[in-house]
């Protein structure tokens, strides 16, 4: 008998054929006599169906209001489950964020959960319900209802396994689990049996839309085993934990690209001190992200200076940069849309040298020019032209024979 | 200055441009001043959407995960109205039923108003927001979310006026007021300026859907002004409150009527003790409500025995009084679904003898024959042919010169 908190997202309860199919499935493991705590997003298109509906009435909305309007998708689908559940005969009960004692603090709209009280839960569950807890929402020290942000509903589900002492925390989504490559570009990408969660935010981070990095964070710091899973299929997906024995042969986890992202370039500019910081400050205060950031200082004593934003940020970017050329006396300032970074991921690298040579020669010989790169303890990433992103992953997936099993 | 709560049903929010209608007019009475508690129904259609979804997973949906299901539709509609509001600069705040302080007892699905705790509602009205309340919800002193039953919003708005000690409370639908008589069957019905609590508790039970019987009842328990106004116009609507002494000369406030219902007969019963028992026993056991009941004794010593159930019911009533029928050793069961009730309402009768001769002269005069007659201290039924519904209301609306202002 195993102990697991299961998260079902928008698309696997999209419509009442899909919750009914969630449903029998809870059932059944419920009938086999395993304690369960469910927590659901709102329905597939829901909560932008809301998030439109305030954008007609509203330039911008936002505040407790919009918190309270964008929690009540995930009442439906938790009351929709339940109703279910019951009519399937297993004892079921649907509990709010604020009834399953998830507090937060924080400001509107991008609330942190930062305790919950489990009597209610361990009560139901001791009961022998199957609990159905709305993702996403909370309540503040005042009684506001809160929501957490975009995804939140993966940081419910790991944080009410961390609280409960689950088993695993089960994390159902439409994918059968993680890849050593988007099978979309490989089709010999295999599914990983394990990953470390350095791993896993590693991944994320780069765009891969499994998991929310954030959850990824909360599961690392409290220890909780995570396993992504089909909602649909019946393989045993992928599970995230901490570094195990039989991980330390092995090298590469997997290769993640991000297409997100676009690229700026100032040239020739004094390199001094604080040069950095009269570059990167206008455009932190102009609210967007920097990710990516090289600089390599020339024989003539002048650097360059490049970075990556989000393509959203890159023509506001461009012409914040435009300006602090002139100001800075730069050469040139210029940018790319077109670009692509692909990384290579996997906690193999601490102990194995040699990994970043034998990727640059990889692609070398396969004629991918690459034109930032930066590394971190378990990862490297290159940027490149968007043209070259199939035959670059292509190129990689093969060379460290990720194809074959690593976890033998 | 005044102090007003309002409500405004699910037609008046059926869509964000409706939605922002209501809003702009709240934002010119608050800028006059005026001291504003908002009670929202889910935006039109939503609660049938809800329950279809909810039919959708379970034969039989019920219970407090019900509860839930539904109660989001008001959640979605009191946001949205607040944040159109503090799009407009009107501070506003949203509350769901809970954080309005709205305290429920009984069963799931029909809970009632045990009480409000007004603090946190008086605070927010105190710094001057427009506080929008969700209706139709609670919350029960286990913490479990609740709804007030079908038309409950009414109720939470009345409840809210009494609690808080507002001036009047505005019903807001898509009609200009309580008319004399159905507009569509009599062109000349007039807009009733004051009607008593009485005469709406009748006009309410005899089918007309302006207001929700409860919602009446509980007004004139805690003597709450009720308003009736269109939420679309600018007309001062239709005000119900406690007699007032320009009523006392007015007879006839106006007729109302009601074509829900069928009616059944068994006739030749012995007339004994308990026989209404025998006949009626069985019905209510199936969970039938009945309305009207009369009963004759005719010369021979046996008993003929009508009443009227509502037409969802007819069926299963009459199958029911087959049965009985055969059991009494009844001469004839018979039912007749084509039938309306025909209702003058008015306090005024309490003082004028003789209505009761006028109205069923004028009704033969007509030609219209009567099947069951009903009479109460400030109310006259009949039960006719429903072919002749045109013909009786027109005949009483002039035979009564309601056409003329009773208020004047």
């Given at each position: 008998m195993s102990f697991w908190v299961q998260k079902y997202g928008g698309t696997s309860v999209a419509s009442t054929e899909k919750l009914l199919t969630v449903a029998e499935r809870l059932h059944e493991q419920h009938s086999q006599g395993h304690r369960l705590v469910v927590v659901l997003s709102a329905m597939g298109g829901e909560t932008d169906h809301l998030l439109s509906l305030a954008r007609q009435v509203s330039s911008e909305p936002g505040g407790s209001a919009l918190d309270l309007l964008l929690s009540s998708g995930e009442r439906v689908s938790i009351a929709l489950l339940a109703l279910a559940l019951q009519a399937l005969g297993c004892p079921a009960t649907a509990l709010t964020g604020r009834q399953a004692g998830i507090l937060t603090e924080g400001q509107a709209n991008k609330a942190r959960i930062k305790n919950i009280d489990n009597d209610r839960l361990n009560g139901l569950l001791d009961e022998g319900q199957v609990v159905v807890v709305a993702g996403f929402q909370?309540?503040?020290?005042?009684?506001?209802?809160?929501?957490?942000?975009?995804?939140?509903?993966?940081?419910?589900?790991?944080?009410?396994?961390?609280?409960?002492?689950?088993?695993?925390?089960?994390?159902?989504?439409?994918?059968?689990?993680?890849?050593?490559?988007d099978p979309r570009l490989v089709p010999e990408a295999r599914r990983l049996e394990h990953l470390t969660y350095e791993e896993m935010l590693e991944m994320s981070g780069l765009g891969s839309k499994v998991l929310q990095l954030r959850s990824v964070l909360f599961a690392e710091k409290y220890n909780v085993p995570l396993r992504v899973l089909s909602a649909f299929g019946s393989g045993s997906g992928t599970l995230i934990s901490k570094e195990a024995e039989n991980m330390e042969q092995a090298t590469i986890a997997g290769i993640a690209h991000n297409r997100d992202e676009a690229q700026l370039t100032i040239s020739g500019v004094q390199d001094m001190p604080g040069v950095a910081a009269r570059i990167l400050g206008p455009i932190a205060e102009a609210q967007i992200e920097v990710d990516m950031i090289v600089q390599n200082v020339g024989q003539d004593g002048t650097a360059d200076f490049t970075f990556t934003v989000h393509r959203n940020d890159y023509a506001k970017a461009l012409e914040i940069l435009e300006q602090v050329g002139g100001e800075l006396g730069a050469r040139e300032t210029c940018g790319n849309r077109d670009i692509v970074k692909v990384s290579l991921v996997g906690v193999g690298m601490r102990s194995h040298a040699g990994i970043a040579s034998r990727m640059f020669r990889a692609l070398a010989d396969a004629g991918v020019n690459i034109s930032m790169i930066s590394t971190s303890e378990i990862k490297i990433s290159v940027v490149v032209g968007e043209p070259s992103l199939e035959t670059c992953v292509q190129v990689l997936h093969k060379e460290f024979g990720l194809a074959d099993a690593r976890d033998a």
């Open positions: 909370g309540m503040d020290e005042s009684g506001r209802v809160t929501t957490l942000g975009r995804g939140g509903s993966d940081t419910t589900a790991v944080a009410l396994a961390a609280s409960l002492g689950a088993d695993e925390c089960h994390i159902y989504t439409d994918v059968e689990g993680v890849y050593t490559a």
